[in-house]
């Protein structure tokens, strides 16, 4: 058994990582992609992360991305995974809400793909 590898047994006997966590170096750290917020590992990415990563662009001005970039494509791409986006929003709400200890927040969809 690796303690500073295994999630199960991560720095410690027993010491087990939650759900999204990883153990890497003896302690449980959350996967790429999440932020740690109090207990949880939560995604907190909004509409123009899912479709630069769905899709794979480059953020506006940046090229080398085999998608092209997020100006030309964004407002396409988001119409088209309106529904992954409205369920990636409803997934951020409840992760601010944990960071916030349980109040209530609002999200505002933006355009955000004008950048």
Known sequence: MDLGAD?????????QCLSGEVCSSGRC?????????????VELAGAANHVKSAHQLCDCNVSGCSGGDLCTYGAQYITQDWAAIVASYASNSKGYSACL???????EMEPDWYQ
């Open 7 to 15: 999630n199960t047994n991560c720095g410690k006997c027993a010491s």
């Open 29 to 41: 750290q959350c996967l790429s992609g999440l932020t740690n917020c109090a207990t949880a590992c």
């Open 101 to 107: 200890g349980g109040r209530p927040i609002i999200f």
